[in-house]
């Protein structure tokens, strides 16, 4: 894929506006076919939204309706064809964020960002919501330090490629609805993957082409240091500003085979950031795998990225690097798409609530 240059801005803001174009004149611009087959390790969510159908619940209910018999569970098969819900109806409705990707003609409220990588560098807004909103999203680790580190299959699976592919996923989502978003930790040929194993490299470095100190201590101040300044700069005008660091744990002895999706803040305001993005996770189990249960932790930590970045800063750990049932999820890129979704979906509830902080608790 196409680099993108050193010294361009890497500014991912989203000013844009409106046009008043109908959102099914907008999605009628692409054409929808009848039949679909997944792409390995895709899920329901992955298929919908890479049609040009943004899923939820009521989509995902009529995506299985349409195709009982052709799944297994939830799962897609690889080699199947899936009918899609037809255009204009319920299920599509408001979907037209997806089809930036693929449409080969843009609407005026589309936005190119090459950091997505050429299948999804194409950014459809989808409403204002989070006009006024700054976030700056951090995936963990990255250059030098791959993170920890799991095996599956005979393949490495670093955090730090986990976490950046989630992280772009949850950044494109808030950009649809209107936030300005800034990924700290930035690789520019690294684009959203659509793959179960992603190839690690140690050529990520920070916004504003900050290379990666190779001392732990001085690169954990960098990003504390980068956050700051943008925070500096993007006081006067923000409505909340937050920090959402995306990484995996790698805890051992884990006896549940599932993805937890655990939170760590330091601050009064981190914990209240927390408690919301903990309360969507949990409303999305309940919505789509009602019989799992939940188990994710909201814990204080003193980490430098909580304690010592100016605005509200929340820490997200998506699941187990170590275990095997966490793997093989993390794996499905159509599972790091649900899980940047719903982040992103804890994100907007607590902005549209009038709960977001404009600054952490000092």
Known sequence: ???????????????LAPTGLPVGEAHAQTAQPTLVAPEPGEGIWGLLRRNGITPNAKRVAAFKE??????????????????????????TSGSSSASATTSSTRSSEARRYPIFGPEHEWVQRRSTRLAGHFYYIVSGHGGPDP????????RTMPEDE??????????RRLLEDG????MIVRDSNDGIRNLEYLAPDRDEFYYGDVRM?????????QRGEVINKLYDRNRSRAKSQQVIAVHVDAMAGRNQPQIDVHFAYASDSGRSLGRSLQSSIRNQYRTHQPDRGYKGRLVRRDLYILKHTKPTAVLVELGNIRHQGD???????????ALAEWIAQGLLEEATR?????RRAQ
């Open 179 to 182: 936030a300005s978003v800034y």
């Open 1 to 15: 894929m196409s680099p993108i240059p050193r010294f361009a801005p890497f500014i991912l803001l989203l000013a």
């Open 162 to 171: 986990i976490a950046y592919d989630t992280a772009l996923r949850v950044a």
């Open 147 to 154: 993170g920890s580190i799991g095996r599956l299959n005979g």
């Open 66 to 91: 349409l195709n009982a018999g052709r799944l297994d569970g939830d799962a897609l098969k690889v080699g199947v064809q899936y009918r899609l819900p037809v255009a204009g109806s319920s299920s």
């Open 354 to 358: 009038g709960t977001a902080q404009p």
């Open 213 to 221: 100190s190779s001392n732990y201590v001085r690169r954990i101040r």
């Open 327 to 337: 793997q093989v999820r993390l794996t499905k890129p159509g599972n790091r798409q």
